[in-house]
């Protein structure tokens, strides 16, 4: 028997005399070992059966095994093009309906503000009545708006009327001069307005008294308080001519 040690991997291994010259593969690492005459191991690059003579051609190199099961293989994801340009798609008009609705809120608010605020041309009607209920209505809608600090309530009595606007007042008969100011726009905007007992005992906003046809039935005395009424509202307008009005009483 001989016994030689595998060069790679220092295996024994053990063959008979007749092993001399011929070649063998380790059964641990596989290597291929050539046993000269002497009796000596010697690796051999080449691969070969388990033993065939030294002096035998070296047979064609065996295909590249597969790899095994377990080996690792990149993943390629799967193309989902059709998926993410749907979700690409619901977003931008997700995008574009909240733009629509910004822009119109952003519109339907600056109409209401200008609609329920703001008149600078405002007109009074040969009715007092009508004028009585136009500003009426506009200051209501104001106040509901947030626009006004104190809105007048039609319904009310005279003293919860001038409670409720806490402000400087001056009265005179049936008529109450109310002066106030509300914050709109980060500035001050001051409103003339008259209160005027109707025929069912409510005080509604009214014009000035020289436009109703009560005028012509005050005395000297009354009509004298309301050109110092006139005079007054004047000055304060001069005063303040930097401020957006709400109603000027002419």
């Given at each position: 028997m001989l016994t030689i040690k595998c060069p790679t991997c220092q295996n024994e291994l053990s063959c008979d005399d007749s092993c001399r010259g011929c070649i063998v593969e380790c059964s641990i690492c596989q290597s291929e070992i050539e046993i000269m005459q002497n009796g000596m191991p010697r690796p051999?690059?080449?691969?070969?059966?388990?033993?065939?003579?030294?002096?035998?051609?070296?047979?064609?190199?065996?295909?590249?095994?597969?790899?095994?099961?377990?080996?690792?293989?990149?993943?390629?994801?799967?193309?989902?093009?059709?998926?993410?340009?749907?979700?690409?798609?619901?977003?931008?008009?997700?995008?574009?309906?909240?733009?629509?609705?910004?822009?119109?809120?952003?519109?339907?608010?600056?109409?209401?503000?200008?609609?329920?605020?703001?008149?600078?041309?405002?007109?009074?009607?040969?009715?007092?009545?009508?004028?009585?209920?136009?500003?009426?209505?506009?200051?209501v809608r104001g106040a509901?708006?947030?626009?006004?600090?104190?809105?007048?309530?039609?319904?009310?009595?005279?003293?919860?009327?001038?409670?409720?606007?806490?402000?400087?007042?001056?009265?005179?008969g049936d008529y109450v001069l109310v002066l106030w100011e509300t914050k709109v726009r980060k500035e001050k905007w001051y409103g003339h307005y008259w209160l005027k007992e109707n025929k069912n005992g409510v005080y509604v906003y009214t014009s000035h008294p020289k436009y109703d046809e009560k005028y012509e039935k005050m005395s000297d005395s009354e009509k004298e308080w309301l050109t110092k009424m006139d005079e007054k509202i004047r000055k304060h307008e001069k005063d303040n001519k930097d401020l957006d009005w709400d109603i000027k009483i002419k």
């Amino acid at each position: 028997m001989l016994t030689i040690k595998c060069p790679t991997c220092q295996n024994e291994l053990s063959c008979d005399d007749s092993c001399r010259g011929c070649i063998v593969e380790c059964s641990i690492c596989q290597s291929e070992i050539e046993i000269m005459q002497n009796g000596m191991p010697r690796p051999v690059g080449a691969a070969a059966p388990s033993m065939r003579p030294a002096s035998a051609p070296a047979p064609a190199p065996a295909p590249a095994p597969a790899p095994a099961p377990d080996s690792y293989t990149p993943y390629s994801k799967p193309s989902r093009k059709h998926s993410s340009g749907s979700g690409s798609g619901l977003a931008t008009a997700a995008i574009v309906l909240s733009c629509i609705a910004i822009v119109a809120s952003a519109v339907i608010g600056f109409l209401l503000w200008k609609g329920y605020v703001y008149v600078p041309d405002f007109k009074y009607s040969s009715d007092p009545e009508e004028t009585a209920k136009r500003i009426f209505e506009r200051s209501v809608r104001g106040a509901e708006k947030g626009f006004i600090q104190k809105s007048f309530v039609l319904g009310q009595s005279k003293k919860e009327a001038l409670e409720n606007f806490e402000t400087e007042t001056e009265e005179k008969g049936d008529y109450v001069l109310v002066l106030w100011e509300t914050k709109v726009r980060k500035e001050k905007w001051y409103g003339h307005y008259w209160l005027k007992e109707n025929k069912n005992g409510v005080y509604v906003y009214t014009s000035h008294p020289k436009y109703d046809e009560k005028y012509e039935k005050m005395s000297d005395s009354e009509k004298e308080w309301l050109t110092k009424m006139d005079e007054k509202i004047r000055k304060h307008e001069k005063d303040n001519k930097d401020l957006d009005w709400d109603i000027k009483i002419k």
